[in-house]
């Protein structure tokens, strides 16, 4: 190894001092660089290509702790990190079930570094003793990146111009509601989802297409039909009728996480979960990859495309948006919006990675949801392993730093945003007030939007 490879290693030794940093790989040659978020990393390009999952299911063991007789979801050996995998709030006991299971539902949480998940990324192993399934099913965290919406169906419009062919008066029937002036700043329910704006003509704007702001997406969807009737300075009234307009996007344009960049079976652009059948009396070992942060987002600042923990706490609650305005959910709203802005319903997005057993009637006998948190310093992950309290939130410290973080002084502990550093960033802490249009765009994480 030559003396300026030794340099770059003592480097990122000492920048790392108090992290359990770990790589694994084979002979290394090259050195690759990459620039995000105003850091550049160096990394060794290792002359044998990563084992794909299969080769890596094949190759498997069980991990110490765990018994092959049991079903659970663990983070592999292959990986090495300084983590902890467990049942929700109960620290000391393993994400699996045992012959004294009672319940068939678990909620997990994986304690996993913030430089681990952003740097290297996560895997998943799913271990099914034989006959234990007769088919499970795999299914990705994924979200909203952006506010997404449907388009209303029937737009009409009834203007009139004068002779400098300025609209003067504009008139509008959405999807069947009482006439009522375009531009008003408080539309019906059923405009809600639609913006007019006037000039020498009267145009209108889906309010789920920001493709013209930076980092925006069209995610209006659906088809509608737009009849007007403008009358000019002489009395003339042109009608016109057209049928089949596209609002030009999708909900599946606008989605994120490892449904996105780490999942193959994808329909209309949202994740599907994913079924294999299991073979009788055969053991089956499931592996799940999911890419780093750093690869999953050009320009990544936060971890929220891998780690999806967020305190489940019943405080998101859904203010002032149309016909569900009050509903509370447990759930951040880009994962549960719920409805659109007119009260229509929209997909629920998976917050969990989940991990399910079937037996042929498609019922679930088991089901593991797992939530990635990730810690932010060694001393709070050891503080929660061994006694289950740690910072506020498990192993995480929240978004104001302690009075003293290893390494530099002065530094941040939690150096990289996760899902409730979003939740609680101004102007949201917990609620969700649609009514101020203004705020709307700050409910989604917009990661992952290249």
């Known amino acids: 190894m030559n003396g300026s490879l030794k340099v770059v290693q003592a480097i990122v030794l000492l920048s790392f001092a108090g992290l359990f940093f770990t790589s694994c790989g084979g002979n290394q040659s090259t050195l690759a660089s990459t ?12 002359t044998a290509s990563e084992p794909t999952e299969e080769e890596e ?3 498997a063991t ?3 702790g765990y018994d092959a007789s049991q079903l659970f979801v663990t983070i592999p050996d292959s990986i090495a990190f300084q983590s902890l995998t467990s049942l929700e709030s109960l620290y000391s006991t393993k994400c699996s079930f045992t012959s004294a299971s009672v319940v068939n539902d678990l909620v997990c ?33 994924w979200y909203y990146n952006h506010e997404v919406g449907y388009g209303p169906q029937d737009i009409q419009i009834t203007a009139a111009k004068n002779a400098s062919g300025v609209v003067t008066t504009a ?10 002036t375009c531009t008003t700043a408080t539309p019906p329910t059923s405009g ?34 737009l009849r007007t009737n403008i ?8 009608p016109t009728d057209e049928s089949g307009k596209s609002w030009g996007g999708s909900l599946g344009n606008c989605t994120g996480g490892p449904g996105k960049h780490s999942w193959d079976l994808i329909s209309g652009g949202i994740p599907s979960g994913a079924i294999e059948r299991v073979l009788p009396n055969t053991p089956r070992t499931k592996i799940y990859k999911v890419i780093s942060t750093s690869e999953a987002t050009a320009g990544a600042h936060d971890n929220i495309a891998v780690a ?7 405080l998101h609650t859904h203010t002032g948006y149309g016909p569900q305005s009050g509903t509370t959910s447990t759930e951040p709203y880009f994962t549960t919006p719920i409805s659109d802005r007119s009260g229509t319903k929209i997909r629920r997005a998976n917050p969990f990675y989940s991990f399910e057993c079937l037996d042929e009637s498609f019922e679930t006998n088991y089901r593991i949801q797992v939530m990635v948190q990730e810690w932010n310093t060694v001393a709070n992950l050891q503080s929660y392993m061994a006694t289950g309290v740690s910072g506020t939130m498990g192993a995480d410290e929240d978004r104001t730093a302690p009075a003293f973080c290893p390494g530099i002084p002065g530094e941040d502990c939690n150096n990289v945003r996760d899902i409730d550093d979003l939740i609680m960033d101004e102007p949201l802490n917990g609620t969700y007030d649609m009514s101020n249009s203004s705020f709307r765009s700050d409910f989604f994480p917009r990661a992952d939007a290249n």
């Open 62 to 64: 069980i991990p110490a």
């Open 57 to 59: 299911e094949a190759s």
């Open 308 to 314: 999806n923990y967020f305190t489940r706490n019943g």
């Open 35 to 46: 620039t995000t978020s105003g850091t550049t990393t160096v990394e060794p390009t290792p």
């Open 109 to 141: 949480n994986f304690e996993v570094g913030e430089l681990d998940l952003f740097y290297t990324g996560m895997k998943f192993q799913f271990n099914v003793p034989a006959n234990a399934c007769k088919y499970i099913r795999t299914e990705p965290y």
């Open 171 to 180: 008139t509008c029937i959405v999807d069947g509601s009482a006439p009522y």
């Open 192 to 225: 809600a989802d639609v913006t007019f704006s006037t000039s020498d003509e009267v145009t209108v704007k889906c309010n789920y297409d920001t493709s013209d702001e930076e980092g925006g997406k069209n995610c209006c969807a659906g088809k509608y039909r």
């Open 231 to 238: 009358t000019d300075s002489s009395g003339i009234t042109v």
